[in-house]
């Protein structure tokens, strides 16, 4: 494979700008000339809409601005196109991320794409889900799957840990998960019943579904927000960035604060309704017991009608842990077991009023403690709860 020393950045086949590495391994970036009069800043804290070249940090994305290393596989993505390259005696050590980036070319999450672009000369067939889930397990259990180059084609440019696929269904683009190595089998059904309940609670959510199977209990599949058709049937690509990339630091190290977040939100929006839905899904994650609630799962997306930014629909709801059991995200720096009175503190601190932010807290505890009451039954009976881990 090649050696990539340089790249085009486009959003939606318009030129952003361009990428290139210099001799200590860091990737610099410069505007192009037309996107500086006519676009506008794809990372606004790091990457201001100025003619300048601009020069990332080693750390924490291995000398990538924040906004780029969003475009890279995470997790399940990156174990596939590492396993994709070793299956063609390439050696995913010496592939730096400028190539990285050339092989997400355009299937990556969010608006941006690379080129040129490196293809893999691989095709694929009919979906069997079931199939599909079986490959995931070998690929994580023995590295090695007959099924790799259609997983790989399906989720290659996929992020988060669990395994899933990127594919379209009814003329709409989605996403499907399916179980990891740690996760129960009944873990699709799970993560779709949070995404009611979320929606219930008033939280801004996309189209989910639960897909059929014949070995558990069904597939978690969630609609693109970062894809939409046009009128004209064309889809377009929307621009988005998570935390993790705005304030350049990694979602692999809990150092954020909700806090940190709502400050965040206005700072980026303008708008005490995106702080209001940054509110709402604090109270969730607190309430609900989603305690894996790190940078890169929050995110806002670009509105370019009316040029502004706003926080995207939430993704990733669902019972789970992280470091130490606690929250990925300190709530008014309680990340054990935060409660009312630190949620109450979060909302004072950004100017929320108290009687309205108590009603919204109060209201979706309710509503989580009433809607996920079976799987509160679930969780005791097959032994996944400890005195740590109640939903409210």
Not at 352 to 370: F, G, P, Q, W
Request: hydrophobic residues 35%.
């Amino acid at each position: 494979m090649e050696n990539v020393k340089s790249l085009q950045l486009f959003y939606n086949e318009k030129k952003v700008g361009i990428l290139a590495v210099l001799p200590n391994t860091i990737v610099a970036f410069e505007y192009d000339e037309k996107w500086l009069q006519e676009g506008f800043s794809i990372s606004p804290f790091s990457l201001p809409l100025i003619k300048k070249v601009f020069l990332p940090k080693i750390d924490p994305f291995d000398g990538l601005f924040g906004i780029f290393s969003d475009s890279l596989p995470d997790g399940w993505g990156r174990l596939l196109v590492d396993r994709m390259l070793n299956s063609l005696n390439i050696n995913p050590r010496k592939i730096g991320s400028l190539n990285r980036l050339s092989i997400v070319g355009e299937s990556g999450m969010g608006a941006l794409s690379y080129k040129p672009e490196h293809k893999f000369m691989i095709s694929g067939k009919e979906i069997d889900y079931d199939k599909l889930a079986v490959a995931c397990q070998e690929i994580l259990n023995k590295n090695y799957s007959e099924d790799l180059d259609k997983l790989f084609l399906l989720g290659g440019s996929s992020g988060g840990a669990r395994p899933k696929i990127l594919t379209e269904i009814d003329n709409e683009e989605w996403i499907i998960k399916f179980s990891s190595s740690l996760d129960d089998k009944d873990s699709g059904k799970m993560e779709y019943l949070y995404s009611l309940c979320a929606k219930k609670c008033g939280i801004l959510m996309p189209e989910t579904r639960l897909f059929t199977s014949k070995i558990s209990s069904g597939y978690f599949g969630v609609k693109r927000f970062d894809r939409e058709k046009t009128s004209s049937g064309k889809t377009k690509k929307i621009h988005m960035i998570s935390v993790s990339a705005l304030l350049e630091t990694s979602h692999r190290f809990p150092n954020l604060d909700y806090n940190i977040l709502m400050k965040l939100t206005l700072k980026l929006t303008g708008s005490f309704e995106e702080v209001e839905k940054m509110y709402k899904l604090m109270c969730f994650n607190v309430f609900a017991h989603n305690r894996d609630d790190h940078s890169k799962n929050f995110s806002f997306i670009y509105n370019e009608e009316f040029k502004k930014w706003l926080l995207s629909p939430a993704y990733d709801l669902t019972y789970s842990y992280s470091i130490n059991g606690e929250h990925a995200t300190t709530v008014n720096g309680n990340g054990n077991n935060p409660d009312m009175p630190d949620i109450l503190k979060v909302a004072e601190n950004i100017g929320l009023k108290y009687d309205k932010a108590k009603k919204i807290a109060e209201d979706i505890r309710k509503i989580v403690k009433e809607d996920l009451e079976n799987i509160k039954k679930y969780l005791r009976k097959h032994g996944l709860d400890n005195q740590t881990g109640e939903i409210k």
